[in-house]
């Protein structure tokens, strides 16, 4: 019984962190936001299935992040960030397609005992605001939108790579 009760706190806490209201999922910029009719006419991405969610949540112990433009990479190792971390991935919305003109902007990798368990693309900039999943080949198996507070993180962090690099200033 109090296996089930943990797993629907679990699910729970990842609703809760997920829901926000309609006018915060929406692109603040709606001209630079790819849009429907951007898409490409590749076949449906699913989102991330819950229990993927759960078993990162319950097991993930490190995660790592290499920007591909950035000058840094980042990792994570304390159970709060992780979770954090993990809670950026808008359950409730998948992606189904990725969008023209949207390409990964980083590399997250999800660890569970020492084994990379997910190699996920981050895609940042442009309007681009999701997660798409892949497997070793670079292939999609999963996607998802970003969650608000996910997007605001990243931004953070770019802002501060940006004051890092004496070009950008």
């Given amino acids: 019984m109090t296996k089930y ?5 679990i699910l729970l806490i990842i609703t809760a962190i997920s829901c926000k209201s309609g006018q915060e999922n929406q692109p603040k910029n709606k001209h630079n936001a790819p849009t429907v009719a951007d898409e490409t006419n590749t076949p449906e991405i699913p ?8 078993k990162l949540f319950n097991e993930c112990d490190y995660v790592d992040y290499i920007f591909h433009k950035l000058p840094f990479s980042l990792s994570q190792n304390e159970d709060p960030s992780i979770k954090q971390s993990i809670s950026f ?9 990725i969008p023209k003109g949207c390409k990964p902007d980083a590399r997250k990798f999800f660890h569970i005992k ?3 368990v997910y190699d996920v693309d981050v895609y940042l900039l442009n309007g681009c605001h999701f997660y798409v999943f892949v497997d070793q080949k670079g292939k999609p198996i999963y996607a998802n939108y970003m969650t608000e507070t996910g997007v605001n993180y990243y931004n953070g962090i770019i802002n501060q790579a940006k004051g890092m690099n004496p070009n950008n200033q």
């Fill in 114 to 116: 020492g084994q990379i």
């Fill in 47 to 54: 989102g991330v299935p819950e229990e993927v969610l759960i």
């Fill in 89 to 97: 991935i808008d359950f409730e919305r998948p992606l189904k397609r």
């Fill in 5 to 9: 009760l943990k797993l629907f706190g």
